[in-house]
């Protein structure tokens, strides 16, 4: 018995230390790092300072428009995506004919990388050669800097995450479309219920453990935003479109801020925890509701 369980944790030890190294190191060094003043070019060893960089941080006007860019950012993203992509999945589950082109059609923006996204957008809306302007010189428009309008810039990038990342919502929406028992339709409509109540009564009832799973996912990587940004815009114009990562890479990256960027960095782990704890109560709470009714 003994031998046997040796030899388990013996199999499990390279996962484990393979873990350890790429999870649980990073994250303590991080922290430890947050109350110290390591400035990666300095000769003079770090010192610890307590709270005064996470302090600096709270107080920071940018790192507070950071904030507020990213909450924005991911209520406007992920409401709309959720929407649209059960619009779409709702309507292809509804179709006949074509469906397997128009799903595989819908799934391109999603399957490719941010990066790649962000050049293709980049070209696109540039205000010299881009198609986009090109378009709108047709109608007698002059050219317009979409990226470095700090009133357009932030909804430009909205626009390509949402194009991006709506074919994901609707993937996992419309699988979860196809689970729903189709009697309960078949019973819906035998006793006179119309379009919207079956939608509002059945489907969605159905299928709201795939949109709130929807929704967490996209809550904590719009979080994560940081690709097209650094791409597109740099977090400008007048800091307008910079996120709480940008803000990060551009303190412990750019400025070599090592300590001031890892507190940054750990509030910001905070920030989703909480979203995710509040999701996760909220889930938990309307599954027992829903199994005691």
Do not use: C
């Amino acid at each position: 018995m003994h031998s046997k369980r040796r030899f388990q944790w013996l199999m499990l030890a390279p996962v484990l230390i393979l873990l350890t190294g790429l999870t649980v190191f990073p994250i303590v060094y991080t922290v430890i790092n947050s109350f110290t003043d390591y400035y990666y070019l300095a000769s003079e060893a770090k010192q610890y300072v307590g709270l005064s960089n996470y302090m600096k941080v709270v107080k920071d006007e940018v790192f507070q428009q950071a904030v507020w860019n990213t909450t924005k950012f991911m209520l406007l993203a992920v409401t709309i995506e959720t929407i649209l992509g059960l619009a779409i999945a709702v309507l292809v589950e509804s179709m006949k004919r074509g469906v397997k082109i128009l799903r595989v059609s819908i799934l391109i923006p999603s399957l490719l990388p941010p990066v790649t996204v962000a050049l293709i957008w980049q070209m696109m809306l540039s205000n010299h050669n881009g198609i986009i302007n090109h378009m709108l010189s047709w109608f007698g428009f002059d050219p317009f800097n979409f990226l470095m309008d700090i009133r357009i810039a932030f909804y430009a990038i909205l626009f390509i995450d949402i194009w991006q990342w709506t074919p994901f919502a609707f993937l996992l929406i419309y699988a979860a479309l196809q689970a729903v028992p189709k009697s309960q339709y078949e019973a819906a409509k035998v006793d006179g219920a119309n379009s919207m109540s079956i939608f509002r009564h059945i489907t969605v009832p159905n299928i709201m453990p795939a949109l709130l799973f929807v929704i967490l996912l996209r809550t904590i990587d719009t979080f994560r935003l940081f690709d097209k940004v650094n791409i597109l815009t740099g977090g400008g114009p007048a800091n307008s479109t910079t996120t709480i990562t940008q803000y990060i890479y551009r303190q412990g990256v750019y400025n070599l801020q090592i300590g001031y960027g890892s507190a940054a960095a750990i509030v910001m782990v905070g920030l989703v925890l909480v979203f995710s704890v509040f999701y996760i109560k909220r889930s938990i709470g309307g599954a027992q509701h829903d199994m005691r009714h």
